[in-house]
């Protein structure tokens, strides 16, 4: 039985470091390659979790959006802005950056990604929003801000997977590594309310419903989850980019069933054309 509680432990810390780390990759690098299991064992264990794995090397939208953002904001080349403000660990090289600037100023996407908005019935006006907690350096920016649940997609994925991911990474971790992932809340049958251009990715919007019991809410990237009022998160400040624009067109589509789903630019999108269209110092 001793044995038996161990290797249970052993496979929920493993779980554990995947979720703080974002892939296998990072976990054995973080742990000098000296973990006692093999990376074909690693991806099986995730399996048996029902763990949705990460949407490829491009996890970490934080960076990006924060960078991109100052640029928008302060309106000087993007290498000075990477260089003034950008920490040594930043893992988003300018190269990258220049690319999503690149397909952002011509109106392209080349990514996905998916957003919730969550709601109970009970608390009708009101959506689960957390801190953004994923830039790993405060230098790099307000760690902190407000942000729905979201991340990147993998293309040609079932939607559930998509929605799955982020719930698993942004609403019930602790959930997924005690294998009680309330999968049940997902519908069959889910489409997006709205496609919002975020930089270079296309993010859909689903809105899902849970029931209010489902109230322990657990995240490495997203911290203080609770449901605040649409009012209080667009009179605030420090909101992730995106995230206000979701949340004034959800107010507008509520009790509108239009077949036509609504695709809109954010605002970063709009200042980043319109800063294109000027010359910078």
Known sequence: MADNNKQIKFEKNLITEYFICGSIDKVFQKHHHSIPISFASYARLLSKFGVIKSAGPNSKISES?????????????????????????LQVSTNTL???????????????????????????????????????????GRKGDLSLPMGHSKVGESIKDSITRVLQNEVFTDMVVN?????????????PIMFINITDIKVAV?????????????????????????EAIQN???????????????????????EEVLVLDSDLNNNLYALAQEPTE
């Not at 009708?124 to 405060?138: E, F, M, Q, Y």
Request: proline share 5%; hydrophobic share 35%.
């Open 98 to 140: 220049h690319r999503i600037l690149h397909y952002t100023r011509l109106g392209l996407t080349r990514r996905q990604g998916t957003a919730l908005i969550i709601t109970t019935p009970k608390l009708k006006n009101r959506i689960l929003i957390g801190n953004d907690i994923s830039l790993s350096n405060t230098s790099l």
């Open 179 to 191: 294998q009680q992932f309330p999968y049940s809340i997902i519908p069959e049958h889910n489409k």
């Open 65 to 89: 959006l924060y960078i991109l953002t100052l640029l928008a904001n302060y309106k000087i080349p993007l290498e000075k802005i990477y260089h003034r403000f950008a920490p040594h660990l």
């Open 236 to 258: 605030t400040k420090n909101v992730r980019a995106g995230v206000k624009e979701i949340i004034s067109n959800y107010i507008k589509l509520k009790g509108n069933h239009n």
């Open 206 to 230: 689903y809105h899902i419903e849970i029931p209010s019991r489902l109230n322990h809410f657990s995240s490495f990237k997203l911290s203080n989850l609770k449901f605040i009022d649409y």
